[in-house]
């Protein structure tokens, strides 16, 4: 028969008997766990992930990479690397992507991929080291090799995200905020039509507005009752529909048990002023924040502030100084009366009031120096690059890329 020749088994390859022995190796493994008492499955754990997972990793990259490179993929007809990865490795779009960043930043991080390949540190970790090297470019990440390593060895992920999170602040604060900004953008509540009796929820939220809405819920939550069988789930989205309830029952929009959830927020008196290399302003629970929206916050006079070890007795002074009289911001209202942002109007009670001369760069919580404007507006003026300033009594707004020096402005 002419096809005979196609039936002889063609020589083994070394990767493949390389992946026949990884094989063997693992139903070992899978045996001794079996038969491994409690005492020992701990440190099996652990064995499995040091010296199997985290390093196996480590390979997947360094062969990533070249795959990557060489263009292989398309072959497959994929149209690129992470295509390729998702379909053929069973990952999620996320996890493809992620493999990809590890395998192109770990190129240029030696010491990172040695330790991922020893086992020295988690394959979570390095997978934030590379976002950040992606994020600010892998020069600043190099030089701070050593130290996030560091790092990176003696925390948990949740940990070092905040760590990692906080070098991007510092090497690169106008890629943070660009990068706060798209997630901001990326907001969204979808409420379903009801289906089986329920109404679906789901949504995201941005840094601050998930802050928010943890602080508002933890108020509402006190510790449960022993007679309380309901799940952590189920408490929280009581306390969500209590904090909906609130404002249709007449209670004072915005409080929680008579007191406005606080925000609470860290920062040093160099990140306050803006200066270059100054650590980010971190908030409670969700990590390092641009330092526009620390200085947007900065207006707002319910977000507590923690200003560095040094000014922790100026604190109280500090709040004084920003917190608006009741009879100021009587008089804000009656002057602007709604959100003065450009044809706005939103209602008074939905606005804060903004400090020109920002608090932070010294501008006084006085009538001159204050305007009444939406949390949106009050976003765009901060974060967005938008500036307000009164001339001849009328309010002048520009979009970005008219900015004039803060301290040029009319106060
Ligand atoms: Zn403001
Ligand atoms: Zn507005």
């Keep these: 028969m002419a096809a005979l020749g196609m039936l002889v088994e063609p020589a083994k390859s070394e990767l493949q008997g390389a992946a026949e022995d990884l094989k063997i190796a693992v139903q070992r493994m899978a045996t001794c766990i079996r038969a491994a008492d409690a005492a020992e499955l701990g440190e099996g754990l652990i064995q499995i992930r040091e010296v199997g997972i985290d390093p196996l990793e480590a390979?997947?990259?360094?062969?990533?990479?070249?795959?990557?490179?060489?263009?292989?993929?398309?072959?497959?007809?994929?149209?690129?690397?992470?295509?390729?990865?998702?379909?053929?490795c069973n990952l999620s779009g996320g996890a493809a992507a992620e493999r990809v960043n590890v395998a192109r930043q770990l190129e240029t991080l030696p010491q990172i991929e040695k330790a991922l390949a020893k086992g020295n540190v988690g394959y979570q970790h390095v997978a934030l080291i590379a976002r950040a090297a992606e994020n600010v470019g892998s020069a600043p990440v190099q030089k701070e090799e050593q130290n996030l390593l560091k790092a990176a060895q003696t925390m948990d992920p949740g940990r070092f995200a905040a760590v990692a999170k906080g070098f991007e602040h510092r090497v690169d604060a106008a890629a943070a905020l660009l990068e706060a900004n798209h997630a901001y953008e990326r907001r969204y509540l979808h409420l379903s039509e009801p289906q089986n009796g329920m109404v679906r929820l789901d949504g995201m939220l941005d840094l601050e507005g998930g802050a928010t809405l943890k602080a508002a819920l933890s108020a509402l939550m006190p510790p449960p009752a022993n007679d309380d069988d309901r799940t952590p789930g189920q408490r929280r989205i009581d306390a969500l529909v209590d904090l909906a309830r609130r404002p249709l029952d007449g209670s004072k929009l915005g409080?929680?048990?008579?007191?406005?959830?606080?925000?609470?927020?860290?920062?040093?008196?160099?990140?306050?002023?803006?200066?270059k290399g100054a650590p980010p302003a971190e908030?409670?629970?969700?990590?390092?924040?641009?330092?526009?929206?620390?200085?947007?916050?900065a207006c707002d006079p319910t977000v507590s502030w923690l200003l560095g070890q040094a000014?922790?007795?100026?604190?109280?002074?500090?709040?004084?100084?920003?917190q608006i009289p009741a009879a100021t911001r009587r008089a804000l209202v009656a002057r602007d009366r709604d959100c003065v942002f450009n044809g706005?109007?939103?209602?008074?009670?939905?606005?804060?009031?903004?400090?020109?001369?920002?608090?932070?760069?010294?501008?006084?919580?006085?009538?001159?120096?204050?305007?009444?404007?939406?949390?949106?507006h009050h976003r765009m003026l901060h974060e967005e690059g938008w500036t307000l300033e009164r001339k001849d009594g009328r309010w002048v707004t520009r979009p970005p890329g008219h900015r004039v020096p803060t301290n040029a402005r009319s106060a």
């Design 283 to 297: 908030m409670a629970g969700v990590g390092p924040i641009p330092m526009e929206t620390a200085q947007r916050l």
């Design 255 to 275: 409080t929680v048990g008579g007191q406005r959830p606080h925000l609470l927020i860290t920062a040093s008196a160099e990140t306050l002023l803006g200066l």
């Design 344 to 376: 706005c109007h939103r209602p008074a009670i939905w606005c804060d009031g903004h400090h020109l001369v920002w608090w932070t760069r010294g501008g006084k919580t006085a009538l001159p120096n204050l305007a009444l404007v939406c949390g949106r």
């Design 59 to 88: 390979v997947f990259a360094k062969g990533l990479r070249r795959f990557d490179k060489s263009g292989e993929y398309k072959a497959d007809g994929a149209l690129s690397a992470v295509a390729w990865v998702r379909e053929r």
């Design 311 to 322: 000014e922790l007795e100026s604190e109280s002074a500090s709040d004084a100084h920003r």
